[in-house]
């Protein structure tokens, strides 16, 4: 099984700002996604990260506000940008190896 | 993606059985069915998937019909530390669809003393 690691594992940020994710996998994958998870909801899929390409965006989310980087097979970064209040959530970090596992998760909080 | 519907929520009591039950009515041949459990503050877990009839592990069993269009999660004998959100989710394990998953609204078990 994947471990995966997030950074920072909770962040409080001023509206207008950016925030980083950096996302650490123990092992080569291919595959890589990231979620959004609003207080008390479901996990909604921003992007998928795949090494070699540019990122496919879900409907909903565009680049321009959630720019990712991938630049190896066990590293991704996800930046939240322009923060609102309205981006408070969690955002996580998932690979698929042999069934899809995620990371723990970043908790942001934009004032 | 074939969409899913399960119970938003259940109550259970220490040591009984849970059954939560899947509706996936529009899966596909490819999809497998995949259960995972997420506690507050922590990315989901992977629990159990299947492709159809039952699969059994150390944590749990899951059901599937010949038809597929539906599963269910057996939880035996649950404990406090059971209580979370429990989320079934259907894809394509072979890629084909990007590979990704799609969650529904999952269902919140609470298990009580």
């Known amino acids: 099984s994947a471990v995966i690691s997030q950074k920072p594992s909770r962040d409080i940020c001023q509206r207008g700002t950016s925030l980083t994710i950096q996302c650490q996998v123990d092992?080569?994958?291919?595959?890589m996604f990231w979620y959004r998870q609003q207080p008390g909801q479901s996990l909604t899929l921003i992007a998928t990260?795949?090494?070699?390409?540019?990122?496919?965006?879900e409907s909903g989310f565009v680049i321009d506000k959630f720019p990712i980087s991938r630049p190896n097979l066990t590293f991704s970064t996800l930046t939240v940008s322009n923060l609102s209040p309205e981006d408070s959530s969690i955002y996580l970090c998932?690979?698929?190896?042999?069934?899809?596992?995620f990371g723990p998760g970043t908790r942001l909080l934009v004032l | 993606l074939a969409k899913t519907t399960q119970p938003i929520s259940m109550d259970s009591y220490e040591g009984q059985e849970v059954n939560i039950t899947c509706s996936h009515n529009?899966?596909?041949?490819?999809?497998?069915i995949t259960w995972y459990q997420q506690f507050p503050s922590q990315g989901p877990r992977f629990i159990i998937q299947?492709?159809?009839t039952k699969v059994t592990n150390e944590v749990a069993s899951l059901f599937i019909p010949a038809d597929r269009k539906s599963s269910t999660l057996s939880l035996p004998r649950v404990s406090l530390s059971d209580t979370a959100v429990y989320y079934c989710?259907?894809?394509?394990?072979?890629?084909?669809?990007?590979?990704?998953?799609?969650f529904g609204q999952g269902t919140e078990l609470s298990v009580k003393p």
């Open positions: 998932s690979v698929k190896q042999e069934t899809q596992y």
């Open positions: 092992s080569q994958v291919t595959m």
């Open positions: 990260a795949n090494q070699g390409s540019e990122a496919t965006y």
């Open positions: 529009n899966i596909a041949t490819n999809d497998y």
């Open positions: 299947g492709y159809k």
């Open positions: 989710l259907v894809g394509d394990l072979f890629y084909n669809q990007g590979g990704k998953l799609i």
